[in-house]
């Protein structure tokens, strides 16, 4: 059964620290790997992965894909509360419906 | 920018009602989702829709129905609220090809059955 895992669940940080969030895959077909933040309502997209080892960065934000261990980490360096959120990671399969299988996401909190 | 739209933002229903969701986006997008999303399950596809009136059923599907008359407009129906569907359902739309920005989620709609 195709899944996604996210880890941890949730983190407490204080501003200024760094955190790592792990994502790792089983995905039939499997074809990308996003990553969204989520606040009090929509996600919003912060990236899609479909080579391996190449980073991603947006910001103080940056992701790269490991497809020989099937997983992704998503970076946060100088932590801010405005980072609070939770972060779902998500496996992109299928041909043309393009589906996404979710992981539970991360709950990160950061304390000022 | 793409928005999708999601017609209400709360809503409480009685059990045994038929409930309709709506879901707008105005970027042309051809595949549409229906999505549910509960603590500790994340979230989780009910039905998707990848032309009009084309549908396919997501990995939980029971309890729901979709229609697609239009290629901006797609509706999840309750036919039959129940208690275990009390949850955040959010929409979402991409093009068939995924696009580089990934899925467009609506604003979501926290449904309550009492």
């Known amino acids: 059964e195709d899944k996604v895992v996210q880890s941890p669940l949730s983190l407490v940080v204080h501003e200024g620290d760094t955190v790592t969030l792990n994502c790792s895959y089983e995905v039939t077909n499997f074809r990308s790997l996003l990553w969204y933040k989520q606040e009090k309502k929509a996600p919003t997209f912060l990236f899609m992965l479909t080579s391996s080892g190449i980073e991603k960065k947006s910001g103080r934000l940056s992701s790269i894909l490991d497809k020989k261990e099937l997983s992704s980490i998503l970076n946060i360096t100088a932590t801010q509360t405005g980072d609070s959120a939770i972060y779902l990671c998500?496996?992109?399969?299928?041909?043309?419906?393009?589906?996404?299988?979710f992981g539970t996401g991360t709950l990160l909190a950061v304390q000022p | 920018d793409v928005k999708v739209t999601q017609s209400s933002r709360y809503l409480v229903k009685r059990t045994g009602e038929k409930v309709f969701l709506e879901c707008v986006q105005d970027?042309?997008?051809?595949?549409m989702f229906w999505y549910r999303q509960d603590p500790g399950l994340g979230l989780r596809l009910i039905y998707f829709s990848y032309d009009v009136k084309m549908k396919e059923k997501g990995d939980i599907p029971e309890g729901y129905s979709v229609s697609r008359e239009k290629k901006e407009r797609f509706s999840l129906i309750l036919e039959s609220a129940s208690t275990n569907q009390t949850s955040m359902y959010l929409c979402a739309s991409t093009f068939v090809q995924g696009g580089r920005d990934g899925y467009t989620f609506g604003s979501g709609t926290r449904l309550t059955v009492v």
């Open positions: 998500a496996g992109g399969y299928g041909g043309a419906t393009n589906k996404l299988i």
């Open positions: 970027m042309d997008h051809e595949n």
